[in-house]
């Protein structure tokens, strides 16, 4: 059974920081992996999506790579911002299906101090 | 284009108590999934559906029912409401083939369950 782990589940820094969350799945028969933005009370947002044959996706300060091999994932933040301060999740979509169902991560809450 | 819109955003229910939650969508998407949301918890996948008139059960689909009679709406019901379905949902869609797309989500129904 898949399972999608983020360590750590929270995490404050200083503004202008570089950041890394992390995430660890164990079934490495993925279709791709995905990283969402979840502000309070707020729906999600997806931020990158790695397909299974890509290593890396970039978009403006943020890069998700990925290494299938070994089960991970990280999502770097430049510069970080308050701005930024939200619940990160990444989820993965099961190769053996074609539906789109997901596979969460618990998420990594990011607080940004000014 | 609203994209994907919940209702109600909150709810109060009395154990043994019913309701449907509203989802939906105005971007055409095939695809369409409710996820449970508990506190310091990921996402897990209650039903999804691939097209108009199907359907098909997730990770924790006890205690729910779906249907799916327009590509737009997809509806989900609680029957007979428990403590234990005390948790925030989230509708979502995808376009064309859910793996290989991004999902879009609602802001979601907080729902507790008395």
């Known amino acids: 059974k898949q399972e999608v782990t983020q360590i750590p589940a929270a995490l404050s820094v200083p503004e202008g920081e570089n950041l890394v969350l992390n995430c660890s799945f164990t079934?490495?028969?993925?279709?791709?992996l995905q990283w969402f933005r979840q502000d309070p009370g707020k729906g999600l947002t997806s931020l990158l999506l790695?397909?299974?044959?890509?290593r890396e996706q970039t978009s403006g300060r943020l890069n998700a790579s990925l290494d299938k091999s070994s089960g991970r994932s990280t999502l770097y933040i430049a510069a970080s911002q308050p701005g930024d301060s939200a619940t990160y999740l990444c989820?993965?979509?099961?190769?053996?299906?074609?539906?789109?169902?997901?596979?969460f991560g618990q998420g990594t809450t990011l607080q940004v101090k000014p | 284009n609203a994209g994907v819109t919940q209702t109600p955003k909150f709810r109060i229910l009395k154990i043994g108590q019913s309701m449907t939650l509203q989802c939906t969508q105005d971007?055409?998407?095939?695809?369409m999934y409710w996820y449970r949301q508990d506190p310091g918890m990921g996402l897990k996948l209650i039903y999804y559906?691939?097209?108009?008139?199907?359907?098909d059960k997730g990770e924790v689909p006890n205690g729910y029912n779906v249907s799916r009679s327009t590509t737009e709406d997809f509806p989900l019901r609680l029957e007979l409401a428990a403590p234990s379905q005390t948790s925030v949902y989230f509708c979502?869609?995808?376009?064309?083939?859910?793996?290989?797309?991004?999902?879009?989500f609602g802001p979601g129904t907080r729902l507790t369950v008395l």
């Open positions: 979502a869609s995808s376009p064309r083939q859910g793996a290989k797309d991004t999902q879009y």
């Open positions: 079934d490495s028969a993925i279709y791709n």
């Open positions: 790695i397909q299974s044959s890509q």
């Open positions: 989820a993965v979509n099961l190769s053996s299906s074609n539906t789109g169902k997901l596979i």
């Open positions: 971007m055409n998407h095939n695809y």
């Open positions: 559906s691939v097209g108009a008139g199907i359907t």
